[in-house]
């Protein structure tokens, strides 16, 4: 809490040297961990606490948990495919446009900012799930439990091939960002705050907290 009060009153300073101002009804709390909290402004009044806020599309909670904004952005990508469903039944495009489009659209919106995460292998299964689930839909092919001859790799064999190899799982497109993420982190210069959280002093051993 003592560094979460010193680094607001950090922000504070900053915005007086740039003209800036905070708008205070508009800041909140969100502590980890904590039964209580005892940030507060430099007028010593307290910081409103939340439980969870969204900030940059994201949701953020105080029990830091992923599976919140998982299910979230499932829920609004699964939106976002109905809304699509006159094009995969009734367009004239072909099967290869509308894996394209789907992995485009969904993928996108999905993934989004989650290199930044660690997310389980039950996070990860549930992603690939629910585009397996777009990519059946558009093939036309029903799901396992009706049709046991196709499987979730015969399925994506179908769909690479029609594709000509332009989609990838989502997993696989998440652990190529996350590497981005990383060589752009080792390649940033000595202090930049996304590296000391990361890297240990000027090596580039990784931070361990005690």
Known sequence: ????????????????????????????????????????????????????ATYLGTIISQQNSNRIEI????????????????FWNKAKSTIRWKLIVFDAIIRSKLL?????????????QRINAFQMKGVRRILGIPPTHIDRQWTNIRVWEKAKQDTKNRILRFSEMLEKRKMSLL???????????????????YALNPRILP
């Open 1 to 52: 809490t003592r560094n979460i009060n010193i680094l607001l009153e950090e922000i504070q300073k900053q915005s007086v040297r740039y003209n800036m101002k905070l708008n205070l009804d508009k800041c909140i709390n969100i502590t980890t961990n904590q039964k209580t909290s005892t940030i507060k402004f430099k007028n010593g009044k307290l910081v409103p606490r939340k439980q969870q």
């Open 71 to 86: 299910d979230n952005r499932i829920a609004d990508c699964n939106a976002q495919a109905n809304k699509l469903r006159l």
């Open 112 to 124: 989004y900012g989650l290199e930044a995460m660690q997310l389980t292998n039950a996070e990860i």
């Open 183 to 201: 060589g752009h982190v080792l390649r940033s210069e000595i202090g930049d705050p996304m590296r000391e959280v990361v890297c240990e002093g």
